[in-house]
């Protein structure tokens, strides 16, 4: 099964997490949508992945999504969020995914983020700061959420062989 990873980063997190993938998935192509546009149409599973700010995914993957929703919803769909409040994953996923697509995904996962202070600038750079000062939230790459994703794949990949 010929598998492609298309995803957005701002500040890496999501970029690390589709290299992770990638790393760990025969057969398959990866690529910032920021750098190049796909042609979805030689692949058969299509992973998606953004991160999430103000509760919202990626501009461009959600225009991505939008412009190829007819070809999207003829595919194998897998989608990853990068964020630093995974309790609200299904919020993110019903908010930015169309529902039609929704039932499509073999898998709509949370792999955790971070929040980097050296990274952000302007606003950002105080948003962040004032998200860390609270002790009780812990932000951090989910490793077992994409461990699981990985598997999951990869079974799909073996049964449809
Ligand atoms: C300006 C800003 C807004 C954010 N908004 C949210 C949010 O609404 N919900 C959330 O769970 N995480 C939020 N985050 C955390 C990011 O999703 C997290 O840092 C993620 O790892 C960023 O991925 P990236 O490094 O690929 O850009 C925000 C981060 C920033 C800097």
Redesign the pocket.
Known sequence: MKKIIIYT???????KCAYELYNNLDNTDIINLNKNEPNINEYDLIIIGS?????MIDKKIKKFIYKNLQLLENKKLAFFI????DQ?KKTYFETNIPENLMNKFLICESFG???DINK?TGI?KL??KMISKNNDINIKILDDNINSFIQKINEFDKKSL
Do not use: A
């Open positions: 980063s701002k500040t890496g997190s999501t970029e991160p999430i700010r103000i509760g990068c964020c630093g409040f609200n983020g971070e929040t952000q950002n948003l962040v």
